[in-house]
C-alpha cells in the first residue's frame, strides 16, 4: 500500500501540470482546423457595360478552405430584367489558390449589366482540388454580390 501511495503521489503533480498544458493546445488545433476548413466565398463584385454591347462580371473568389484548386468551373443562369433565363455560361474560375483572394472575370455578351437581374449558380462542373480526387464544392460555397444583380443558389 505504501508503494502505491508514493506513486499516486508522485504522479498527480504531473498529471496537474499535463492538464494545464493541454487545453491551449487543444484549441490551437481547432482553431486551425476552423481555418482549414473554411468557405470558398463567390462574390460578383462589380458588372460594367461592354463597348459595343455585353456585359463585364467581376467576380472575387476568397479561399478559406485550407485547399487549392486546380479546377474550378461553374455553371450559371443568367436571368433578365424580367427574371426570365436568357442563356446559361460555363465559366472557369480556376486555379484558386489556398487562403488567397482571386479576380476573375467573365464577359456576358449580348445582353446589358441593367438588364441582369440575377446569376443563379446552376451547377458547379469542376472542382478538382491541387493533388486531390474531383469533390463536391456545393455545400463550401458561400454566394455574396455588391452589384445590382444578385448572385444566387
Known amino acids: 500500500m505504501r508503494l502505491?501511495?508514493?506513486?499516486s503521489r508522485l504522479i498527480?503533480?504531473?498529471l496537474a501540470a499535463m492538464l494545464l498544458i493541454m487545453p491551449p493546445q487543444i484549441s490551437q488545433a481547432n482553431q486551425s482546423n476552423q481555418t482549414e476548413t473554411g468557405p470558398l466565398l463567390v462574390e460578383l463584385n462589380k458588372v460594367e457595360e461592354i463597348e459595343g454591347g455585353g456585359c463585364r462580371a467581376f467576380f472575387l473568389f476568397r479561399n478559406q478552405t485550407g485547399k487549392s484548386f486546380a479546377g474550378f468551373e461553374m455553371s450559371l443562369a443568367i436571368l433578365d430584367g424580367e427574371g426570365i433565363i436568357d442563356r446559361l455560361l460555363s465559366v472557369d474560375a480556376s486555379p484558386?489558390?489556398?487562403?488567397?483572394?482571386?479576380?476573375?472575370?467573365?464577359?456576358?455578351?449580348?445582353?446589358?449589366?441593367?438588364?441582369?437581374?440575377?446569376?443563379?449558380?446552376?451547377d458547379v462542373t469542376s472542382c478538382q482540388p491541387q493533388n486531390e480526387a474531383e469533390?463536391?464544392?456545393?455545400?463550401?460555397?458561400n454566394l455574396a454580390s455588391r452589384s445590382t444583380a444578385k448572385l444566387v443558389k
Open 12 to 14: 498527480r503533480p504531473g
Open 96 to 122: 484558386l489558390p489556398v487562403q488567397r483572394t482571386t479576380l476573375k472575370l467573365f464577359e456576358i455578351p449580348e445582353i446589358t449589366c441593367g438588364n441582369i437581374s440575377e446569376i443563379l449558380l446552376h
Open 135 to 141: 469533390m463536391d464544392c456545393f455545400a463550401i460555397l
Open 4 to 7: 502505491t501511495s508514493r506513486i
